[in-house]
């Protein structure tokens, strides 16, 4: 599949907004007064509401995107968008609770929690139900898109945490996420390994129902150039460098914030210092998601000389 | 909305014969040509006369070999296009409901002034059935040429999609396969008519029929190869002839 740059952008930084926000419903201690109660739901939505404006961008017409919140009885697309406007309004109403009263309202909180993580579910459920791309349909997709929204939320919470309380503990917990995070994720590779075309039974014999007679592959494709299904879903450049781009995401993502989540935890340092895990885990999830997308298989390419190209 | 029809009158549909297509792109064409001018926004093309052209189709004619294990291979031409499956995928994943499948004849559309180009639609069709057009950024597809079968200002021969009306092997058959009895369920069970790619799950409409089986030339008998005929030369030319056979 063609990894855009915006839907990699919607999956990568929604994520860690609605996961970011999650946290901040379940009360995980953060700095007061008024300038804390802006800035920090500030930065939560404003991850997430940068990760929705990206998607439409991903849209050839933006401007009906509006029409996206009817179909949510059968759509996913659908479900994504309105359980995330709905989840964004409680936690605006969540927010100027706490900017008026300085008080966070558990309640509701916890009723944004579960709102984030369920459009965190439904933006991966956009992926993972398309039978089209095996290494997608799979209840690891969205298991991946949570612990990472929520590692995500959870390491930058306790970073901004560092600003009142010196909680050390808090960044054990982080190591914990962070490495099953990825133990996620490594599952999620494990299965992609088996999980080509062939293996869940689309061939090129299957595609054009030639296979009682013989092998069979493409002697010409319908066309001298490429069209959109070629460049959208017939992408093979980018997995080219699939292995060192899996070095780099676990470099990115995994070492480097275990590394520094490790030092925080080991020395008690104060968890500030995981602002900065938080940052090189999001690098890490950029090229993670990239990889989601370029090494995807679609069943449409066995019409143009198979997923090898 | 986007949900599917429990269950539609009529089942219309494309019989799609691979052994008498001979892969001459005609359908192409004159889809394209009705398509540009009929339902929705015209079939944009890119670069047309250019190094790259690029545009947007309804039906491509795909071209396979196929070889058996003990004989010649065979050239099969594959034409493809928008299947209006039963448990069509495209329409369940559309969040604005401009795909939908209409339940008094099964035809699959995308209402453009509804579509968002979002293309998820494209990604879940296994088939490679739909396509952006690059100018108007909405989702094309097949339209079984709406606006022809039921279009009563045209003849009544022109009443079927511009690809079955124009394929000039007969390799095209329109009709409706809800009706057991229909020109098209009768080639199917006749033919042994199959699906594309069954494991999707998408029960597609249309059925392709398989290539006929090619007699093997093992199966020929062997035949005695013919001997040049030998002129016979006269003259100076036959004397020489006769001359030099004599010395060996």
């Known amino acids: 599949m063609h990894p855009a740059i915006s839907v990699i952008f919607f999956t990568v930084m929604s994520g860690a907004g609605f996961g970011l926000m999650a946290m901040i419903g379940v009360g995980v201690p953060l700095p007061g007064g008024l300038l804390a109660a802006f800035l920090i739901p500030l930065l939560a939505g404003g991850l997430a509401v940068a990760g929705l404006i990206a998607s439409t961008f991903h849209l050839g017409h933006p401007e009906r995107a509006w029409r996206a919140f009817s179909q949510w009885r059968s759509s996913w697309l659908s479900r994504e968008g309105c359980a995330s406007v709905i989840t964004l309004l409680l936690f605006g109403l969540y927010t100027l609770i706490w900017m008026v009263t300085g008080e966070r309202a558990l309640w509701l ?22 039978k089209t791309v095996p290494h997608w349909h799979t209840g690891l997709t969205p298991t991946c898109y949570l612990v990472f929204s929520l590692t995500c939320g959870y390491v930058l919470a306790t970073g901004l945490s560092g600003f009142v309380v010196s909680n050390s503990d808090a960044a054990g917990l982080a190591v914990l996420a962070i490495a099953l995070a ?38 010409e494709r319908p066309h001298t150039g490429e069209n959109y299904l070629t460049r959208e879903m017939v992408h093979v450049v980018g997995r080219k460098h699939a292995a060192k781009l899996r070095k780099i995401a676990l470099l990115l993502g995994a070492a480097l914030p275990l590394l520094i989540t490790l030092a925080v935890w080991a020395f008690t340092a104060s968890t500030l210092w995981m602002v900065f895990a938080f940052l090189a885990l999001m690098a890490g999830l950029f090229v993670e998601r990239w990889l989601f997308f370029a090494e995807a298989e679609h069943a449409v390419s066995l019409y143009y000389g198979g997923p090898q190209g | 909305m986007t949900s599917l029809p429990q269950s539609t009158n009529k089942a219309l549909g494309l019989v799609i014969d691979l052994d008498t297509c001979v892969g001459c792109h005609a359908c192409v064409v004159n889809c394209k040509e009705w398509n540009t001018g009929g339902y929705g926004a015209p079939l944009a093309d890119l670069d047309p006369y250019g190094a790259e052209p690029e545009g947007s189709w309804l039906n491509r004619i795909h071209t396979f070999e ?14 493809k296009s928008c299947l209006h499956c039963a448990d069509a995928p495209c329409v369940t994943v559309c969040p604005t409901g401009a795909s939908y499948k209409r339940e008094e004849d099964g035809i699959v559309l995308v209402d453009e002034d509804m579509c968002i180009g979002c293309g998820l639609c494209a990604w879940s069709c296994p088939y490679g059935a739909r396509e952006m ?19 009563e200002n045209i003849p009544e021969v022109d009443r ?20 057991p009895n229909s020109n098209v369920s009768q080639l199917v069970s006749e033919r042994g008519g199959f699906d594309l790619m069954p494991e999707m799950g998408t029960s597609p409409v249309n059925k392709y029929l398989p290539p006929r089986p090619k007699t093997k030339p093992s199966s020929c008998g062997s035949a005695t190869p013919l001997t040049a005929a030998q002129p016979k030369a006269g003259g100076l030319l036959g004397w020489l002839d006769q001359a030099l056979e004599k010395l060996g």
């Open chain 1, 109 to 130: 909180g916890l009723l944004i929690a579960a709102g984030s993580l369920v459009t965190v579910y439904t933006t991966a459920m956009i992926y993972a139900q398309l």
């Open chain 1, 182 to 219: 990825w133990i996620v994720k490594y599952m999620w590779w494990k299965h992609a390994e088996n999980a080509s075309l062939a293996d869940s039974g689309s061939t090129m014999e299957t595609a054009t129902g030639l296979g009682n007679i013989g092998k069979v592959r493409l002697l």
């Open chain 2, 66 to 79: 196929v070889s058996p294990a003990d004989a010649p291979a065979s050239i099969v031409h594959f034409p």
């Open chain 2, 133 to 151: 057009d690059p100018v108007e950024n909405v989702m094309k597809k097949c339209t079984l040429c709406v606006d022809r079968i039921y279009n």
């Open chain 2, 160 to 179: 079927e999609p511009a690809c079955v009306r124009t394929c000039p092997a007969g390799a095209r058959h329109f009709g409706d396969f809800a009706d």
